[in-house]
């Protein structure tokens, strides 16, 4: 997974750079950001758990 969401692209990117003429390319965030927000989400959601005492 990161290499498709990560690698890819800074790859990318270091042969635009390498070879000027090629166009930069552009990063794909839907698949990261629907990974990312339910984690970050389920992460908050355990926090408050354990704020309010109520995980075991």
Do not use: C, H
């Amino acid at each position: 997974m990161f290499v498709q969401t990560v690698g890819y692209p800074l790859m990318g990117w270091a042969l635009s750079i390498w070879s000027p003429g090629t166009p930069m390319p552009q990063i794909n965030t839907d698949t990261l950001m629907s990974l990312l927000v339910p984690m970050l989400g389920l992460g908050a959601y355990r926090t408050y758990e354990k704020v309010k005492g109520v995980a075991r």
